[in-house]
């Protein structure tokens, strides 16, 4: 038996799909995501079912479908309120954008970029675990160990893409399956750990998706060996729209950052870390702003 819910989002004028569609297009193999020209579909366990989110983009709508293979609740509530954080419409960019439109050096970036707000990873378990992968790698070398993770899950929907694995179905691998897939020991350990906990309850990131309790969230994950503060901060603002993490260990926000103050040498963590501060509560959507800048594809980080 399988389920399809639906329903029609409405998007603000000017809303830039394409942005959406380069973070979900990171994966050139397509393994869990296949992006077409103004459409999106993504495997993703739901219920503890396979599925199949749809998104199809058509001027100032986004068409959202999700097919389950097995029998759910047609939770049409559930399935927009994920659309829309994924969309990143619960972000406020619009008085970030009127606040700083005319700052010397952000005001050129928003003129650039103007609506650029912050694409969601489906879940925040999915946020987090994406960037426990990253850590100190590229973002190339962190698709191939996601895509063998993908693979080692071994969850497919009936319409050929396999499923982001959820905290239940990781916690179910070992840590030389984690090993295989390209992982180090310490985070195979970590990833294993934190799968426990969210699929025991312990860490309810689920429960903490429409109004985050940013300061609880960033508590609780530091106390979890191998998780530092770029991990906490990505993780927030990728799965929780959480715009004021300040990701000054970010390799790319440090690079961008040199090129806009157009200095001679690399600018350090700690350089960065206070250039950002000003920008408080919006430190993260600035880092988003400087990812985008001379090229959207800084955005699939």
Same mark, same amino acid.
């Given at each position: 038996m399988s389920t399809r819910i639906a329903c029609t989002i409405a998007l603000p004028q000017g809303f830039r799909h394409q942005d959406v569609l380069a973070f979900h297009r990171r994966d050139a193999q397509q393994v869990a995501e296949?992006?077409?020209?103004? @459409?999106?579909?993504?495997?993703? @366990?739901? $219920? =503890?079912?396979?599925?199949?989110?749809?998104?199809?983009?058509d001027h100032a709508i986004a068409e959202v479908a999700l097919?389950?293979?097995?029998?759910? @609740?047609?939770d049409t509530a559930a399935l927009e309120r994920m659309a829309r954080r994924m969309l990143g419409l619960t972000q406020a960019v619009e008085r970030f954008e009127h606040e700083y439109? $005319?700052?010397?050096?952000? $005001?050129?970036?928003?003129?650039?970029?103007?609506?650029?707000?912050?694409?969601q990873t489906a879940t925040p378990f999915e946020a987090l675990t994406w960037a426990i992968t990253g850590q100190q790698i590229s973002v190339t070398a962190a698709v191939s160990v996601r895509r063998q993770l993908i693979h080692a899950a071994g969850q497919r929907h009936g319409g050929g893409l396999y499923c982001y694995p959820d905290a239940s179905?990781?916690?179910?691998?070992?840590?030389?399956?984690?090993?295989?897939? =390209?992982?180090?020991?310490?985070?195979?350990?970590?990833?294993?750990?934190?799968?426990?906990?969210?699929?025991? $309850? #312990? !860490?309810?990131?689920?429960?903490?998706?429409?109004?985050?309790?940013?300061d609880i969230i960033r508590s609780r994950l530091m106390a979890v060996r191998g998780i530092g503060p770029w991990t906490v901060s990505y993780t927030l603002l990728r799965g929780y729209a959480a715009l004021d993490g300040s990701l000054h260990g970010d390799v790319?926000?440090?690079?961008?950052?040199?090129? !806009? !103050?157009?200095?001679?040498?690399?600018v350090s963590e700690a350089e960065? #870390?206070?250039?950002? @501060?000003?920008?408080?509560?919006?430190?993260?959507?600035?880092?988003?702003?400087?990812?985008?800048?001379g090229s959207s594809a800084a955005l699939i980080a």
């Open positions: 296949r992006v077409e020209a103004a @459409a999106l579909h993504k495997g993703l @366990a739901w $219920g =503890g079912h396979p599925a199949c989110l749809s998104m199809h983009f097919a389950v293979d097995g029998p759910v @609740a047609p439109a $005319g700052h010397p050096l952000l $005001g050129g970036l928003i003129a650039a970029n103007a609506g650029l707000r912050v694409p179905r990781i916690a179910r691998l070992s840590e030389d399956d984690l090993r295989s897939a =390209g992982f180090s020991r310490t985070k195979a350990r970590t990833l294993l750990s934190l799968s426990e906990m969210v699929a025991q $309850g #312990e !860490l309810p990131l689920d429960d903490w998706a429409d109004a985050p309790p940013v790319a926000v440090r690079n961008k950052l040199q090129l !806009l !103050l157009d200095l001679p040498k690399r960065t #870390e206070r250039w950002l @501060a000003q920008f408080a509560p919006w430190r993260a959507l600035v880092a988003a702003h400087l990812w985008a800048m």
